[in-house]
């Protein structure tokens, strides 16, 4: 991947619906090389999807909490019971005194209540530690560029 895949990256990060015209003009190609550029990233897998981000309090689901999840055995084969709770959004294997970290959302917390009687349902669960966040200060994407590729977007023109 060199500097034009990963500047492309981050544009379409910020937005994915401008045209292939104004990312290839942002780095410097024709529109159908941006296009060709997007589709072999896309193919090696370096974009997974293409997706609207959806503010959450809008959809009801304002309450978002990490639940660190204690197990009286490997949890490593439990992720369809965890994907089977549609208010979990990530599920993680992790190292340390829990088994299992999930970021869920909820309506309410009474709705929070519930999906940790839920997650307690799954074989091995001994235990739940839920955190409820009550401010986001901000969250970003991981971003493509490396460090010192944070400059500006645009490929310098003096250097042709």
Same mark, same amino acid.
């Given at each position: $991947?060199?500097?034009?895949?990963?500047?492309? @990256?981050?544009?379409?990060?910020q937005d994915a619906?401008?045209?292939?015209?104004? @990312?290839?003009?942002?780095?410097?190609?024709?529109?159908?090389?941006?296009?060709?550029?997007?589709?072999?990233?896309r193919e090696r897998?370096? /974009?997974?999807?293409t997706a609207a981000?959806?503010?959450?309090?809008?959809?009801?689901?304002?309450?978002?909490?990490?639940? $660190?999840?204690?197990?009286?055995?490997? $949890?490593?084969?439990?992720?369809?019971?965890?994907?089977?709770?549609?208010?979990?959004?990530?599920?993680?294997? /992790?190292?340390?005194?829990?088994?299992? @970290?999930?970021?869920?959302?909820?309506?309410?917390?009474?709705? @929070?209540?519930?999906?940790?009687?839920?997650?307690?349902? /799954?074989?091995?669960?001994?235990?739940?530690?839920?955190?409820?966040?009550?401010?986001?200060?901000?969250?970003?994407?991981?971003?493509?560029?490396?460090?010192?590729?944070?400059?500006?977007?645009?490929?310098?023109?003096?250097?042709?």
């Open positions: $991947m060199d500097h034009i895949d990963r500047v492309l @990256l981050a544009r379409l990060q619906t401008q045209s292939y015209a104004a @990312l290839g003009q942002a780095v410097g190609l024709s529109a159908g090389a941006a296009h060709e550029r997007v589709r072999k990233l897998g370096a /974009i997974r999807r981000e959806v503010d959450p309090a809008s959809v009801g689901s304002a309450v978002l909490s990490y639940v $660190m999840v204690d197990s009286t055995s490997w $949890m490593g084969d439990s992720a369809d019971a965890f994907a089977a709770l549609p208010e979990i959004l990530e599920a993680h294997v /992790i190292a340390g005194s829990a088994s299992v @970290l999930v970021k869920v959302r909820t309506t309410s917390t009474e709705h @929070l209540q519930d999906v940790l009687r839920r997650i307690y349902a /799954i074989d091995g669960v001994s235990g739940t530690q839920a955190t409820v966040v009550l401010e986001t200060f901000f969250e970003r994407p991981l971003s493509p560029l490396l460090p010192d590729e944070a400059g500006p977007l645009l490929p310098d023109k003096a250097d042709d």
